[in-house]
């Protein structure tokens, strides 16, 4: 029932291993939090970038963003 969507920005980014030429990506999210900003909501997401046939993600970043009615 969002009308707007606002881009906050990032928090927390970490990249824990380098991505070798060729290699193929995958990237998920994860909702990690929901809580009441100035007239609407504002969602954490974790999103996690990782490496085909790697033990370490590429990159794990929790973006922030807005919604209102």
Sequence with gaps: GASMG???G????RFPAPVP??????GAGKIVAVEEAKGGVQVTVRVTVE?????????????VSRFFP
Aim: with cysteine.
């Design 51 to 63: 490496i085909d046939g790697s033990d370490k993600p590429a990159c794990v970043a929790d973006t």
């Design 10 to 13: 990032l928090d927390k980014v």
């Design 21 to 26: 030429t060729g290699s193929r990506l995958r």
């Design 6 to 8: 606002v881009n906050v």
